[in-house]
C-alpha cells in the first residue's frame, strides 16, 4: 500500500530504468481523478489494446471510445518498446475485479482465480496497455516485450515492490484475456531477475 508517486517520479522512474517515453499531451493532468479515488496503489496491470498502428493504438488509449472515456491506461508501450505516456491517475483501464486478488497483490502472495468483480481495480493500479490485437497471431516484439519488463520492474523499484505486484488484466477480471501471447508467469520471472 501506497500513495501513488507524482507524475514526475513516475517518468524518472521509467527513464531510470531505460525506457524510451513518448509525452503525449498534457499527460500529467489527463486523468478520471473526477470520477473517483486515485491510490492507494498496489500494483501494476498490464492488458493488450486489441488495436493495430502505434498512432491509432496511443489515440485511442488517450482519447478512450464511446463508452468509455480515456484515459484508458498511463503508459501505452508501442510494438518498438517506446512508451507513450497519455495519462496521469485514476484511468480506465482495470474495472471491476476480485477482491480476493487485490489482498493477495497486497501480500505478494500467488494469485487465486478471479471470480468476483466486486472491486475498483482502477483506483489501485498502475496501468500500461501494449500495443498487440490480442488474437494470438499478432506477434510481440522482444523490444516490446523488454519493455513491459521494464515499465513494471521501474514502477515495482519505486514502491518496493516484487514482481508478484504486477498482474493481467486477465487475472483481475472475469472474462478478460489480456494479455494474450505470452505468460504473465513468464514476465513476472523476467521482472523478477530484472529485480535482482
Ligand atoms: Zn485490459
Not at 17 to 29: H, S
Not at 127 to 140: I, K, Q, T, V
Request: hydrophobic share 35%; glycine share 12%; proline share 6%.
Amino acid at each position: 500500500m501506497a500513495p501513488p508517486m507524482s507524475a514526475d517520479s513516475f517518468l524518472d522512474a521509467l527513464r531510470d530504468e531505460g525506457l524510451t517515453v513518448v509525452q503525449v499531451g498534457d499527460w500529467r493532468n489527463h486523468n478520471r481523478n473526477h470520477k473517483g479515488p486515485w491510490g492507494p496503489v498496489h500494483g501494476v496491470m498490464i492488458h493488450h489494446t486489441a488495436t493495430r498502428g502505434t498512432a491509432d493504438t496511443v489515440r485511442i488509449c488517450r482519447d478512450g471510445y464511446e463508452g468509455l472515456p480515456g484515459p484508458l491506461c498511463h503508459g501505452v508501450i508501442a510494438k518498438d518498446g517506446k512508451v507513450h505516456l497519455v495519462g496521469y491517475g485514476r484511468a480506465n483501464h482495470a474495472g471491476l475485479g476480485d477482491d480476493d486478488v487485490l489482498r493477495a497483490v497486497i501480500a505478494e502472495k500467488a494469485l487465486p482465480p478471479d471470480d468476483e468483480a466486486n472491486t475498483d481495480g482502477n483506483r489501485h493500479f498502475y496501468g500500461f496497455e501494449c500495443e498487440n490485437l490480442g488474437d494470438g497471431r499478432d506477434p510481440w516484439p522482444e523490444a516490446q516485450l523488454v519493455a513491459i519488463e521494464k515499465a513494471a520492474a521501474a514502477v515495482c523499484r519505486r514502491h518496493g515492490w516484487n514482481a508478484r505486484s504486477v498482474i493481467g488484466h486477465l487475472e483481475w477480471q472475469p472474462g478478460k484475456i489480456d494479455p494474450r501471447g505470452f505468460t504473465m508467469n513468464a514476465m513476472r520471472a523476467r521482472i523478477t531477475e530484472r529485480l535482482k
